[in-house]
């Protein structure tokens, strides 16, 4: 059982993702915006985050720059989970220090096999 960030802004979504991943014996925790997500990360050092890209204010790939790059974080694993699906998004959010990116809508078998790939690597 690892615990894991969920940053995102729409309540749908986090929804779906705790869904799963609670169902699948994962511990969630919430943020709700970039730099939410940031500070949570800092607060309770999750085995991962899920972030999403599209949000006001600090987006998903600035925020996963900050979390790869400042020290106390930078070992924790960022998936980017987002509705983009273009290969330069991927490419852009690998160079911000994601290991792995997904594309919404999320199924839970892709999800879990994504998660479960990146916290035993």
């Known amino acids: 059982m690892a ?5 995102d802004d729409s309540p749908t979504e986090v929804h779906v993702l705790q869904t ?3 169902k699948n014996g994962h511990e969630v925790v919430v943020a709700d915006s970039g730099e939410a997500g ?6 309770v050092m999750p085995d ?5 890209v599209v949000m006001p204010g600090m987006n998903g790939f600035q925020a996963t720059r900050q ?6 974080t ?4 960022v998936i980017i989970v987002t509705t983009k699906d273009q290969e330069t998004d991927k490419v852009w959010a690998k160079r911000q ?4 990116y997904i594309v919404k809508p999320v199924q839970e078998k892709g999800l879990i096999e994504h998660v479960n790939m990146v ?3």
């Open 97 to 100: 220090g994601a290991r792995d």
């Open 20 to 22: 799963i991943l609670e």
């Open 3 to 7: 615990k894991i960030l969920v940053v």
């Open 74 to 77: 930078a070992k924790i694993p």
């Open 38 to 43: 940031i500070q949570k990360a800092k607060e």
């Open 119 to 121: 916290l035993s690597s």
């Open 48 to 52: 991962l985050v899920l972030m999403d």
């Open 67 to 72: 979390l790869t790059r400042q020290s106390e």
